[in-house]
């Protein structure tokens, strides 16, 4: 009979224990790429019955991630045999690269191809105090350079009266709210980029705006919306809040 409890210990102490569950590893929410300069947002109506697509790119400094638990480390692998000496590289110049090389470089440098970011044409920002008509076409114009550069067509400016008053009020009331794309829609626009909270003159500062969200390259949200060749027409809208530029450019 005096076995039986140092039986049960010991079935007891063999039993396999459940190990704490550890919280998944990766990026948490939270976190916000750094592109440099000011913040770009973008926001995009679902082609079907999806969620819409919204995304930030913040610059300066990130925005803190939630910290999450860190998984224990494995055991370390056993060390591997050192390599054999490698042999020395082959540095002898061939001829024929070197030909084509200078030829090359004969006719005006190497050859380069545009795949999105890549060899963005130069925008001259407008100078201080241009009035608003001016910047509402200079903004037009220079995401029609951008969209040439990939062989894009031009997109319409949409200019009218209604149109530009719904524009700065949308910019207005963003501002007032601290909140990119917080009343988005409300132009009838399908999709919309914005630079909220920018500091300085508006005819200057979308050029910096813009260059950042061209930037980004196929697969950025922002650049989507600029290059997306479903679109035929575009307006830009501006308001100033609290000392803050906000600028809008919506699409359709």
Known sequence: MLLLPVLFALVAA?????????????????????NGGGTISYQTLPSGNGPQTRGESVGATAAPARSA????PAPLPA??????????PNTTANPLISFITSLVNSFGGSPTTNSGGAN????????????????RRACADAINKYRASIGRTALTLKNDDATNTCMDKQSSDDGARGAAHAH????????????PGWSGD????????????????????????MSNSAYTQVACGY???NGKLWMIQNFW
């Open 14 to 34: 063999c039993k396999p224990g459940t190990a704490p569950e550890q919280p998944p590893a990766g990026p948490q929410a939270g976190q916000y790429a750094t």
């Open 120 to 135: 963005a044409p130069n925008i001259t920002p407008l100078p201080g105090g241009s009035a608003i008509a001016d910047v």
């Open 69 to 72: 638990a860190l998984p224990l």
């Open 184 to 195: 988005f829609g409300a132009c009838g626009e399908r999709a919309q980029n914005e630079c």
């Open 79 to 88: 060390p591997l045999p050192a390599p054999a000496s490698a042999p020395a």
């Open 202 to 225: 508006p005819g200057s500062q979308q050029v910096s705006c813009l260059k950042m969200m061209w930037a980004e390259g196929p697969g950025g949200g922002h650049y989507e919306n």
């Open 239 to 241: 308001a100033t809040v």
